[in-house]
């Protein structure tokens, strides 16, 4: 089992920046494939970005590409999402995931955080 514990949402200006952190329990955490997952008001949930266990492969959904960071630190069982020139649309709460295969992270996951609350004001 993996628990997942999501920090760092707040209210931010478009063009603002935030780092989401994402405290993982587990002892097995470099064998997971993380991600992070957002959803807005009224949306379904959608990926925003993923990374493998050893954090050499990386994903990131179009829209954030070149704004946006994945990483982790494994020793710290914590992986971030790092958001930079933010924009109202990227409003939504985020939510940490973790799956079994990097391939699949962006659709699927087998563990959940609770979310953390992201609003980018214009």
């Known amino acids: 089992q993996v628990q997942l514990v999501e920090s760092g949402g707040g209210l931010v200006q478009a063009g603002g920046s935030l780092r989401l952190s994402c405290a993982a329990s587990?002892?097995?955490?470099?064998?997971?494939?993380m991600g992070w997952f957002r959803q807005a008001p009224g949306k379904e949930r959608e990926s925003v970005a993923g990374i493998s266990g050893s954090g050499g492969n990386t994903y990131y959904k179009d829209s954030v590409k070149g704004r946006f960071t994945i990483s982790r630190d494994n020793a710290k069982n914590t992986v971030y999402l790092q958001m930079n020139s933010l924009k109202p649309e990227d409003t939504a709460v985020y939510y940490c995931a973790a799956d079994s295969l990097f391939r699949t992270i962006s659709i699927r996951a087998d563990y959940w955080g609770q979310g953390t609350q992201v609003t980018v004001s214009s």
């Open positions: 587990g002892r097995t955490f470099s064998r997971y494939a």
